[in-house]
């Protein structure tokens, strides 16, 4: 192991992530994984990594800053919601792979859109796999390091990675912020509500009031139930569009509990729950009905389009230093 | 034998077989025989399975398959025998319904009219029958309360219950698996670790089996919590 990278600050809402944890929400465990995918892969793709399986820092609002505790160089690699990223004080725009020496510091700090940026090393962090995954999720204390947002001091362990490319800027056309429709399929209780509330939902804008990595809570028109809200609990998917008692959309978003008895309007697609991620308090969306067969082909394109992300790296001149370079 | 059941799309990467709206052991057989039939068939692309009161999640990854052909596919299995399930076991669990395990039950006694030992006795006269894991981990959610127990939910949720704690609302109980607020009651409280996420299966109790109380003295909690702790098994099996 070449050693670690040692957190210096960890802002509010750092956690690790991988891609998830899979198969065992059977039994009432909360699958985790990245708020925003298309970034978080962007950033492993960039790395050469496992788009999924290797795991990474999601950083929050709060920021971050870490140090390369390392006796060689490592690759890392961020992008994800316009963040703004100095090397030793020296931005470095707000997407790119770099080689980071030993002794160097990276921060971040949010910037003019977006609330979740990744950081990706070569090789993945090393942190433990347990039931089968390393994302972190802190309510149940699963995962990362023992189940809790990162602290000051913390040591994130590597493994051995090289660094076989050259430091580049990553400008991928799904990092920046677009204020297109987020697409919902209507289900499975999509009959639970009548022709007015589905066109209050689907004619209006929405505010974000409130958010973290289990749900969203939007404000608009109310939209009325026809037939109660309180179901027999059943399944609950990524971006299960909810609505309680309040008559508000509540979006189920990566750490949501496998079931629920609330029923469930539709559900974000996967091509757009990353962008509804980076929605911050206060900001609006609109939504756009979509039926099944569009939200796959949509999502296809989506992941075809991030699989490619090395078509998205354009090198970096003056590497490794390089001074005064705004994002 | 599936023929009645509703496909309903949850996004594009999952999708809900229904075959009811009620809680009830004929729906919940369904789900299970279902269940079964993937876990014996697999399809490729499908990611997990999460069995509910009254239907199955199928999560799928749509880069290797499409709702419309995962419901053909389940839909096959209609002509095929239904898997033959292992038998259920019955489960008998130790819990104290004397403080300080059963933070809730007086105020749960209080609501209800009636006297806190009768709700322990109501509580513990049952036989559950486990319907499904949800909400959080190793949260075994329970049918066949006493309708003398229905209460409803907290309007606000209680500072966290302890893992182990035996939950009560909406005429629904449950047991914690671990230690989570929650707009649930308090009953009282089991020394068994019927959950755990470092074991492998991290949860004894499956669905489809059944579960009855024995009330112990508080006394007797620690001895049992230790037991527990040691990896040895509080709670016992009847044929």
């Known amino acids: 192991m070449p050693g670690a990278l040692r957190i210096l600050r960890a802002g509010f809402g750092a956690t690790i992530q991988d891609g998830g944890r899979h198969g065992q929400l059977r039994y009432g465990i909360t699958p985790a994984g990245p708020m925003d995918w298309r970034a978080f892969r962007t950033a492993n793709l ?18 971050i800053e870490v140090f390369c505790a390392t006796t060689t160089p490592i690759g890392v690699a961020f992008c994800g919601g316009g963040f703004s990223w100095r090397r030793d004080g020296r931005q470095v725009g707000c997407a790119a792979r770099l080689i980071l020496r030993p002794g160097e510091t990276l921060t971040a700090h949010p910037g003019r ?3 979740f940026a990744y950081l990706a090393v070569s090789g993945g962090l090393a942190t433990p796999v347990e039931l089968g995954s390393r994302a972190t999720h802190t309510r149940s204390g ?3 390091i023992d189940g809790r947002m990162l602290r000051d001091g913390d040591l994130l362990p590597l493994f051995a990675g090289g660094w076989p490319f050259g430091e580049a800027r990553i400008s991928a056309p799904w990092l920046d912020g677009d204020p297109a429709p987020v697409r919902v399929v209507l289900g499975p209780q999509d009959d639970y509500f009548g022709a007015a509330a589905l066109n209050a939902f689907f004619g209006a804008e929405f505010r974000l009031t409130a958010g973290d990595r289990m749900a969203y809570r939007l404000e608009g028109p109310e939209i009325a139930h026809e037939r109660g809200f309180n179901i027999v609990s059943d399944g609950i998917a990524l971006g299960a569009i909810q609505i309680a008692g309040d008559r508000k959309p509540l979006i189920l978003m990566a750490d949501h509990p496998p079931t629920g008895g609330y029923p469930k309007l539709g559900h974000v697609i996967r091509a757009d729950i990353g962008r509804l991620a980076q929605l911050r308090p206060g900001e609006t969306c609109r ?3 979509v039926g ?4 796959r082909a949509a999502w296809l394109a989506c992941e075809n389009a991030v699989a490619a992300t090395s078509r998205h790296l354009r090198p970096l001149q003056s590497a490794p230093h390089f001074g005064g370079r705004s994002p | 034998m599936y023929r009645e059941a509703r496909f309903l799309p949850a996004g594009e990467s999952a999708l809900v077989v229904e075959f009811g709206a009620r809680i009830d052991p004929a729906l919940n057989d369904q789900v299970r025989a279902l269940d079964r039939a993937l876990a014996a068939n697999p399809i490729a692309g499908v990611v997990e399975t999460v069995p509910t009161y009254r239907s199955l999640m199928v999560h799928f990854d749509p880069r290797l398959l499409s709702t419309a052909a995962l419901v053909e596919r389940i839909r096959s299995f209609e002509a095929e025998a239904p898997i033959e399930e292992k038998p259920p076991r019955h489960w008998l669990i130790p819990v104290c319904y004397e ?11 209080a609501a209800l009219g009636l006297s806190a030992p009768r709700v322990a006795e109501l509580h513990a006269g049952a036989t559950y029958r486990v319907y499904m894991y949800g909400f959080a981990p190793g949260y075994v959610f329970l049918g066949g309360l006493p309708v ?4 409803s939910r907290r309007p606000q949720p209680r500072p966290p219950v302890p893992a182990g704690s035996l939950l009560i609302a909406g005429g629904q109980a449950l047991i914690a698996g671990i230690s989570m607020p929650t707009g649930w009651y308090n009953l009282g409280c089991t020394p068994t670790i019927l959950f755990d996420w470092k074991r492998d299966p991290p949860a004894s109790i499956d669905i489809g089996d059944t579960v009855q109380f024995e009330p112990v003295e508080a006394a007797q909690f620690a001895t049992l919590q230790q037991a527990a702790a040691q990896g040895r098994t509080v709670a016992r099996q009847k044929a």
């Not at chain 1, 960039?46 to 920021?63: D, Q, S």
């Not at chain 1, 099944?292 to 939200?295: D, G, L, N, S, T």
């Not at chain 2, 003398?148 to 209460?151: D, G, N, T, V």
């Open chain 2, 148 to 151: 003398e127990l229905a209460i």
């Open chain 1, 46 to 63: 960039a790395l050469g990594n496992h788009a999924e399986r290797a795991a990474a820092v999601e950083i929050g609002v709060g920021g």
């Open chain 1, 142 to 144: 699963i995962g990362g």
């Open chain 1, 113 to 115: 859109h977006g609330v």
């Open chain 1, 292 to 295: 099944v067969e569009e939200a």
């Open chain 1, 287 to 289: 939504f756009l009905p």
């Open chain 2, 99 to 109: 403080p300080p395990y059963a933070e809730d039950l007086s105020e749960v006694a």
